[in-house]
């Protein structure tokens, strides 16, 4: 059974930065691509970025690329996601997923298998 647990949210002021931890279990991590989403008040979830760890190949939605980085640390089965320059508007619920079959045509549409999630705000 696929476990995923989320951690490292808090309260950070605007331009700060944050790191969240997507811990893994269940499943060949190499094998699966795992996302990170996040959903705002209101607001439908939204793909943020994933990472496939067999070969480190990445996907970034184009408001991150340039402030967030997707890592993995494959010994020990996690996640991580370094967020920069952090804007109020970054403020979610972010949550991590998996996908078995991940390649580029897929993007962030086949994603399941849901944290419970890690809650940040970004204060300004």
């Known amino acids: 059974e696929v476990q995923l647990v989320e951690s490292g949210g808090g309260l950070v002021q605007a331009g700060g930065s944050l790191r969240l931890s997507c811990a893994a279990s269940?499943?060949?991590?190499?094998?699966?691509?795992i996302g990170w989403f996040r959903q705002a008040p209101g607001k439908e979830r939204e793909g943020v970025s994933c990472?496939?760890?067999?070969?480190?190949?990445?996907l970034y939605y184009v408001s991150v690329e340039d402030r967030f980085t997707i890592s993995s640390d494959n010994a020990k089965n996690t996640v991580y996601l370094q967020m920069n320059s952090l804007k109020p508007e970054d403020t979610a619920v972010y949550y991590c997923?998996?996908?078995?079959?991940?390649?580029?045509?897929?993007?962030?549409?086949?994603?399941?298998?849901w944290g419970q999630g890690t809650q940040f705000t970004v204060s300004s």
């Open positions: 997923a998996v996908d078995p079959y991940w390649d580029w045509a897929r993007g962030f549409s086949y994603f399941g298998s």
């Open positions: 269940g499943f060949s991590f190499d094998d699966y691509a």
């Open positions: 990472i496939r760890p067999s070969d480190g190949s990445t």
